[in-house]
């Protein structure tokens, strides 16, 4: 292989290394998962507010408990009716049982170990129905993990583009 050939190979390799999404875990610098949703407020600011009107903004602010949180992303609130949205809103009871269905508490699962389970069960002890489709993709009671693998200090958020639909009643 000739010099030129070699370089050429060589910033290949260096460009694919550092463009690579690769998930990781929590890493020196990372926030709980409250700070990290809020920081990528772009993609996650109604479910943000979801769980600062819930109430639970402490409890995913701390150390524990470790969690995976499925997190609807602004595209999947942009799917709720407006009057839906607002009723939503200003029912505390409704967000905390929506915010705790689309979390698995006590464990730190990458997309990679949610693909391989057969089934998870959510905070409120409900089973959640996985489904791996042709392309690999994911999804967990028909929404689909679109945001993977987002590393925080007290867990792991995927983000949603749909809502895991809880029993709101």
């Given at each position: 292989?000739?010099?030129?050939?070699?370089?050429?190979?060589?910033?290949?390799?260096?460009?694919?290394?550092?463009?690579?999404?690769?998930?990781?875990?929590?890493?020196?610098?990372?926030?709980?998962?409250?700070?990290?949703?809020?920081?990528?407020?772009?993609?996650?600011?109604?479910?943000?507010?979801?769980?600062?009107?819930?109430?639970?903004?402490?409890?995913?602010?701390?150390?524990?408990?470790?969690?995976?949180?499925?997190?609807?992303?602004?595209?999947?609130?942009g799917k709720l009716k407006k009057?839906?949205?607002?009723?939503?809103?200003?029912?505390?009871?409704?967000?905390?049982?929506?915010?705790?269905?689309?979390?698995?508490?006590?464990?730190?699962?990458?997309?990679?170990?949610?693909?391989?389970?057969?089934?998870?069960?959510?905070?409120?002890?409900?089973?959640?129905?996985?489904?791996?489709?042709?392309?690999?993709?994911?999804?967990?009671?028909?929404?689909?993990?679109?945001?993977?693998?987002?590393?925080?200090?007290?867990?792991?958020?995927?983000?949603?583009d749909g809502f895991l639909v809880?029993?709101?009643?």
């Amino acid at each position: 292989m000739s010099r030129a050939g070699f370089t050429v190979l060589l910033l290949a390799c260096c460009l694919c290394f550092l463009t690579s999404p690769g998930s990781a875990p929590a890493q020196k610098g990372a926030k709980d998962i409250f700070t990290t949703l809020k920081l990528n407020g772009v993609v996650f600011k109604s479910w943000t507010k979801a769980i600062e009107q819930a109430g639970l903004t402490k409890i995913y602010q701390g150390k524990e408990p470790m969690v995976t949180m499925f997190a609807p992303n602004e595209d999947a609130f942009g799917k709720l009716k407006k009057d839906d949205l607002d009723e939503l809103w200003k029912d505390k009871v409704k967000l905390i049982k929506l915010v705790t269905y689309h979390t698995i508490e006590n464990e730190r699962l990458e997309v990679e170990q949610i693909a391989k389970k057969g089934k998870l069960q959510n905070a409120l002890l409900v089973p959640l129905m996985l489904k791996k489709e042709d392309d690999g993709n994911i999804k967990i009671n028909g929404a689909l993990i679109v945001t993977p693998d987002v590393p925080a200090t007290n867990g792991i958020i995927h983000g949603l583009d749909g809502f895991l639909v809880p029993p709101l009643k």
